[in-house]
Protein backbone atom coordinates (compact mmCIF):
# COMPACT_ATOMS: atom_id res chain seq x y z
CA UNK A 1 0.00 0.00 0.00
CA UNK A 2 2.91 2.51 0.83
CA UNK A 3 3.73 2.03 -2.55
CA UNK A 4 0.74 2.84 -4.21
CA UNK A 5 -0.32 6.03 -2.43
CA UNK A 6 2.63 8.58 -4.21
CA UNK A 7 0.29 7.66 -7.28
CA UNK A 8 -2.78 7.42 -6.40
CA UNK A 9 -2.89 10.94 -4.56
CA UNK A 10 -1.35 12.49 -7.79
CA UNK A 11 -3.55 11.12 -10.14
CA UNK A 12 -6.04 12.48 -7.68
CA UNK A 13 -4.68 15.93 -7.92
CA UNK A 14 -4.66 16.14 -11.27
CA UNK A 15 -8.16 15.67 -11.62
CA UNK A 16 -9.22 17.59 -9.27
CA UNK A 17 -6.79 20.51 -10.66
CA UNK A 18 -8.43 20.20 -14.11
CA UNK A 19 -11.77 20.47 -12.54
CA UNK A 20 -10.71 23.68 -10.75
CA UNK A 21 -9.40 24.93 -14.36
CA UNK A 22 -12.07 24.01 -15.97
CA UNK A 23 -14.62 25.06 -13.10
CA UNK A 24 -13.16 28.51 -13.23
CA UNK A 25 -13.05 28.97 -16.87
CA UNK A 26 -16.77 30.12 -16.61
CA UNK A 27 -15.73 33.05 -14.22
CA UNK A 28 -12.75 34.46 -16.71
CA UNK A 29 -15.65 33.49 -19.63
CA UNK A 30 -17.98 35.99 -17.90
CA UNK A 31 -15.52 38.94 -17.31
CA UNK A 32 -14.19 38.15 -21.04
CA UNK A 33 -17.33 38.58 -23.17
CA UNK A 34 -18.37 41.39 -21.37
CA UNK A 35 -16.24 43.40 -24.10
CA UNK A 36 -15.11 40.12 -26.73
CA UNK A 37 -18.13 38.56 -28.62
CA UNK A 38 -18.38 34.82 -27.89
CA UNK A 39 -17.09 33.45 -31.42
CA UNK A 40 -14.37 35.68 -31.23
CA UNK A 41 -13.48 34.96 -27.21
CA UNK A 42 -12.86 31.13 -28.42
CA UNK A 43 -10.83 32.10 -31.44
CA UNK A 44 -8.82 33.82 -29.27
CA UNK A 45 -8.98 30.96 -26.40
CA UNK A 46 -7.85 28.54 -28.96
CA UNK A 47 -5.71 30.42 -31.43
CA UNK A 48 -3.55 31.24 -27.84
CA UNK A 49 -3.29 27.88 -26.49
CA UNK A 50 -2.19 26.15 -29.44
CA UNK A 51 0.71 28.50 -29.55
CA UNK A 52 1.08 28.02 -25.97
CA UNK A 53 0.72 23.96 -26.77
CA UNK A 54 3.24 24.11 -29.76
CA UNK A 55 5.84 25.83 -26.87
CA UNK A 56 5.72 23.02 -24.90
CA UNK A 57 5.64 20.19 -27.93
CA UNK A 58 9.03 22.45 -28.66
CA UNK A 59 10.56 22.38 -25.23
CA UNK A 60 9.64 18.45 -24.29
CA UNK A 61 11.52 17.93 -28.03
CA UNK A 62 8.19 16.28 -28.87
CA UNK A 63 7.26 16.28 -32.91
CA UNK A 64 3.77 16.99 -34.61
CA UNK A 65 2.49 14.13 -36.20
CA UNK A 66 3.41 13.83 -40.61
CA UNK A 67 0.72 11.26 -40.78
CA UNK A 68 -2.36 12.68 -42.51
CA UNK A 69 -4.50 9.32 -40.75
CA UNK A 70 -3.71 10.93 -37.53
CA UNK A 71 -4.29 14.69 -38.54
CA UNK A 72 -7.82 13.63 -39.47
CA UNK A 73 -8.17 11.77 -36.28
CA UNK A 74 -7.12 14.90 -34.51
CA UNK A 75 -10.20 17.16 -36.11
CA UNK A 76 -12.74 14.62 -35.31
CA UNK A 77 -11.26 14.79 -31.47
CA UNK A 78 -11.19 18.59 -31.76
CA UNK A 79 -14.94 18.38 -33.25
CA UNK A 80 -16.20 16.47 -29.99
CA UNK A 81 -14.10 17.95 -27.51
CA UNK A 82 -13.86 21.66 -28.32
CA UNK A 83 -15.07 22.93 -32.08
CA UNK A 84 -18.94 21.37 -31.60
CA UNK A 85 -19.05 21.12 -28.06
CA UNK A 86 -18.26 24.42 -26.93
CA UNK A 87 -20.49 25.86 -30.07
CA UNK A 88 -23.92 24.11 -29.41
CA UNK A 89 -23.12 24.80 -25.30
CA UNK A 90 -23.05 28.43 -26.09
CA UNK A 91 -26.13 28.28 -28.42
CA UNK A 92 -28.00 26.43 -25.48
CA UNK A 93 -27.01 28.80 -23.18
CA UNK A 94 -29.54 31.30 -24.88
CA UNK A 95 -32.20 29.64 -23.87
CA UNK A 96 -31.59 27.58 -20.48
CA UNK A 97 -30.96 28.93 -17.09
CA UNK A 98 -27.66 28.15 -16.09
CA UNK A 99 -28.49 26.03 -13.06
CA UNK A 100 -30.23 23.69 -15.65
CA UNK A 101 -27.13 23.55 -17.85
CA UNK A 102 -24.66 22.92 -15.21
CA UNK A 103 -26.65 19.54 -13.98
CA UNK A 104 -27.57 18.61 -17.58
CA UNK A 105 -24.11 18.72 -18.95
CA UNK A 106 -22.22 17.13 -15.74
CA UNK A 107 -23.85 14.46 -17.85
CA UNK A 108 -21.48 13.31 -19.50
CA UNK A 109 -20.02 10.36 -16.63
CA UNK A 110 -23.33 8.74 -17.44
CA UNK A 111 -23.37 8.84 -21.36
CA UNK A 112 -19.35 7.18 -20.96
CA UNK A 113 -20.72 4.53 -18.94
CA UNK A 114 -23.54 3.11 -21.17
CA UNK A 115 -21.67 3.75 -24.25
CA UNK A 116 -18.45 1.84 -23.18
CA UNK A 117 -21.11 -0.78 -21.91
CA UNK A 118 -23.14 -1.35 -25.29
CA UNK A 119 -20.76 -0.19 -27.93
CA UNK A 120 -17.07 -0.11 -27.70
CA UNK A 121 -15.85 -2.07 -24.71
CA UNK A 122 -12.76 -0.26 -24.38
CA UNK A 123 -12.60 -0.17 -20.82
CA UNK A 124 -13.96 -2.36 -17.54
CA UNK A 125 -17.89 -1.19 -16.08
CA UNK A 126 -19.17 -2.32 -12.81
CA UNK A 127 -22.31 -1.30 -10.85
CA UNK A 128 -19.62 0.70 -8.48
CA UNK A 129 -19.01 3.13 -11.65
CA UNK A 130 -22.24 3.21 -12.34
CA UNK A 131 -23.54 4.27 -8.73
CA UNK A 132 -20.64 6.87 -8.29
CA UNK A 133 -21.90 8.65 -12.06
CA UNK A 134 -25.65 8.59 -10.69
CA UNK A 135 -24.15 9.79 -7.36
CA UNK A 136 -22.06 11.99 -8.64
CA UNK A 137 -25.04 13.71 -10.86
CA UNK A 138 -27.38 13.77 -7.51
CA UNK A 139 -24.49 15.84 -6.33
CA UNK A 140 -24.39 18.34 -8.67
CA UNK A 141 -28.38 18.93 -8.65
CA UNK A 142 -28.21 19.26 -4.79
CA UNK A 143 -25.27 21.69 -5.26
CA UNK A 144 -26.77 23.93 -8.01
CA UNK A 145 -30.46 23.39 -6.65
CA UNK A 146 -33.22 20.87 -7.43
CA UNK A 147 -35.04 23.80 -8.44
CA UNK A 148 -32.74 24.42 -11.62
CA UNK A 149 -34.37 21.18 -12.67
CA UNK A 150 -38.07 22.79 -13.13
CA UNK A 151 -36.94 24.60 -16.49
CA UNK A 152 -36.31 21.27 -17.85
CA UNK A 153 -39.56 21.07 -19.51
CA UNK A 154 -40.03 24.73 -20.68
CA UNK A 155 -36.38 25.29 -22.17
CA UNK A 156 -36.43 22.29 -24.53
CA UNK A 157 -34.38 23.11 -27.31
CA UNK A 158 -31.32 24.56 -24.91
CA UNK A 159 -31.90 21.36 -22.39
CA UNK A 160 -31.49 19.20 -25.41
CA UNK A 161 -27.97 21.32 -26.41
CA UNK A 162 -26.54 21.09 -23.12
CA UNK A 163 -27.07 17.50 -23.26
CA UNK A 164 -25.63 17.17 -26.45
CA UNK A 165 -22.73 18.94 -25.28
CA UNK A 166 -22.12 16.06 -22.51
CA UNK A 167 -23.06 13.38 -25.29
CA UNK A 168 -19.88 15.20 -27.35
CA UNK A 169 -17.38 15.43 -23.90
CA UNK A 170 -18.16 12.08 -23.44
CA UNK A 171 -17.51 11.13 -27.12
CA UNK A 172 -14.33 12.96 -27.13
CA UNK A 173 -12.84 11.37 -23.89
CA UNK A 174 -13.62 7.94 -25.40
CA UNK A 175 -12.47 8.82 -28.69
CA UNK A 176 -9.63 10.50 -26.66
CA UNK A 177 -8.20 6.67 -25.89
CA UNK A 178 -6.98 6.64 -29.30
CA UNK A 179 -3.73 8.61 -28.56
CA UNK A 180 -2.15 6.44 -26.00
CA UNK A 181 0.63 6.16 -27.64
CA UNK A 182 1.37 9.99 -28.34
CA UNK A 183 2.55 12.12 -25.49
CA UNK A 184 -0.79 14.79 -24.35
CA UNK A 185 1.35 17.87 -25.71
CA UNK A 186 1.47 16.57 -28.92
CA UNK A 187 -2.05 15.54 -28.99
CA UNK A 188 -3.15 18.63 -26.85
CA UNK A 189 -1.72 21.18 -29.73
CA UNK A 190 -3.29 19.18 -32.65
CA UNK A 191 -6.98 19.54 -31.83
CA UNK A 192 -6.14 23.15 -30.72
CA UNK A 193 -4.82 23.45 -34.51
CA UNK A 194 -7.34 22.62 -35.59
CA UNK A 195 -9.73 23.88 -33.62
CA UNK A 196 -8.09 27.91 -34.88
CA UNK A 197 -7.95 26.68 -38.30
CA UNK A 198 -11.85 26.69 -38.32
CA UNK A 199 -12.74 29.09 -35.25
CA UNK A 200 -10.59 31.76 -36.76
CA UNK A 201 -11.74 32.72 -39.89
CA UNK A 202 -15.51 32.86 -38.01
CA UNK A 203 -14.30 34.82 -35.85
CA UNK A 204 -13.17 37.33 -38.84
CA UNK A 205 -16.19 36.91 -40.62
CA UNK A 206 -18.75 37.47 -38.02
CA UNK A 207 -17.13 39.71 -35.51
CA UNK A 208 -14.86 42.01 -37.45
CA UNK A 209 -12.57 41.34 -34.45
CA UNK A 210 -9.96 44.63 -35.66
CA UNK A 211 -12.51 47.23 -34.61
CA UNK A 212 -12.98 45.75 -31.41
CA UNK A 213 -11.49 47.61 -28.35
CA UNK A 214 -11.92 45.52 -25.08
CA UNK A 215 -10.81 46.93 -21.47
CA UNK A 216 -7.26 45.17 -20.18
CA UNK A 217 -9.15 42.73 -17.74
CA UNK A 218 -10.82 41.64 -20.08
CA UNK A 219 -7.83 41.01 -22.26
CA UNK A 220 -6.36 39.30 -19.08
CA UNK A 221 -9.15 37.00 -18.43
CA UNK A 222 -8.69 36.23 -22.14
CA UNK A 223 -5.33 35.05 -21.94
CA UNK A 224 -5.46 33.09 -18.16
CA UNK A 225 -8.70 31.57 -20.03
CA UNK A 226 -6.50 30.39 -23.02
CA UNK A 227 -3.30 29.68 -21.40
CA UNK A 228 -4.13 27.63 -18.15
CA UNK A 229 -7.93 26.81 -18.68
CA UNK A 230 -7.12 25.57 -22.14
CA UNK A 231 -3.69 24.87 -22.85
CA UNK A 232 -2.78 23.57 -19.56
CA UNK A 233 -5.97 21.83 -18.97
CA UNK A 234 -5.99 19.88 -22.36
CA UNK A 235 -2.09 18.67 -21.20
CA UNK A 236 -3.62 17.02 -17.81
CA UNK A 237 -7.23 15.85 -19.51
CA UNK A 238 -4.67 13.64 -22.01
CA UNK A 239 -2.95 12.35 -19.57
CA UNK A 240 -5.73 11.64 -17.04
CA UNK A 241 -7.04 9.45 -20.03
CA UNK A 242 -3.91 7.45 -20.42
CA UNK A 243 -4.29 6.90 -16.30
CA UNK A 244 -7.93 6.98 -15.47
CA UNK A 245 -9.73 6.26 -18.44
CA UNK A 246 -12.31 7.73 -20.05
CA UNK A 247 -15.23 7.89 -17.35
CA UNK A 248 -12.13 8.33 -14.40
CA UNK A 249 -11.57 11.37 -16.44
CA UNK A 250 -14.90 12.61 -17.17
CA UNK A 251 -16.25 12.26 -13.59
CA UNK A 252 -13.92 15.81 -12.95
CA UNK A 253 -17.36 17.05 -14.62
CA UNK A 254 -19.07 16.39 -10.91
CA UNK A 255 -16.59 18.46 -8.89
CA UNK A 256 -16.72 21.56 -11.65
CA UNK A 257 -20.05 22.42 -10.04
CA UNK A 258 -17.68 22.44 -6.44
CA UNK A 259 -15.52 24.67 -7.98
CA UNK A 260 -17.97 27.19 -8.24
CA UNK A 261 -19.23 26.51 -4.59
CA UNK A 262 -15.25 27.15 -3.49
CA UNK A 263 -14.90 30.04 -5.61
CA UNK A 264 -17.46 32.03 -3.90
CA UNK A 265 -16.75 31.23 -0.41
CA UNK A 266 -12.92 32.48 -1.66
CA UNK A 267 -14.08 35.93 -3.54
CA UNK A 268 -17.30 36.56 -2.61
CA UNK A 269 -17.49 35.50 1.39
CA UNK A 270 -20.42 32.88 0.62
CA UNK A 271 -21.53 30.37 2.85
CA UNK A 272 -21.86 26.88 2.27
CA UNK A 273 -25.59 25.25 3.44
CA UNK A 274 -26.65 22.32 4.71
CA UNK A 275 -27.96 20.75 1.35
CA UNK A 276 -25.07 22.14 -0.74
CA UNK A 277 -22.42 20.84 1.82
CA UNK A 278 -24.78 17.80 1.29
CA UNK A 279 -24.08 17.63 -2.37
CA UNK A 280 -20.50 18.63 -2.49
CA UNK A 281 -19.85 15.23 -0.48
CA UNK A 282 -22.16 12.94 -2.62
CA UNK A 283 -19.98 14.80 -6.10
CA UNK A 284 -16.91 13.70 -4.36
CA UNK A 285 -17.95 9.95 -3.40
CA UNK A 286 -19.41 10.01 -6.68
CA UNK A 287 -15.82 10.56 -8.36
CA UNK A 288 -14.21 7.92 -5.73
CA UNK A 289 -16.20 5.78 -7.10
CA UNK A 290 -15.70 6.11 -10.49
CA UNK A 291 -11.79 6.45 -10.04
CA UNK A 292 -11.21 4.11 -7.19
CA UNK A 293 -10.51 1.40 -9.32
CA UNK A 294 -8.86 2.92 -11.44
CA UNK A 295 -6.37 4.47 -8.82
CA UNK A 296 -5.18 0.98 -7.25
CA UNK A 297 -4.55 -0.38 -10.76
CA UNK A 298 -2.33 2.66 -11.66
CA UNK A 299 -0.91 2.93 -8.07
Not at 2 to 21: H, S
Not at 88 to 117: C, E, H, K, M, R
Not at 164 to 189: E, Q
Not at 192 to 212: F, G, N, Q, R
Request: one cysteine or more; a positive charge; proline letters at 4%.
Amino acid sequence: MPAKTPKLWIEGAFLALLALLWGSSYLFIKVAVADIPPVTLIAMRVTIAAIFLLLVVYVRGDHLPRDVRIWKMLFVQAVFNSIGAWTILAWGQQYVDSGLASVLNSTAPIFVFFITLFITRHEAVSPLKLGGAMLGLVGVALIVGTEALGGIGSQLAGALAALTGALLYACAAIYGKNFARMSPAVTSAGTMIWATVCLVPLSLAIDKPWTLQPASNAVIAALILAVFCTGGALLIYFRLLQTLGSLGTTSQAYLRAGVGVALGMIFLGEQISLMVGIGLMAAILGVIAINFPALNRHG
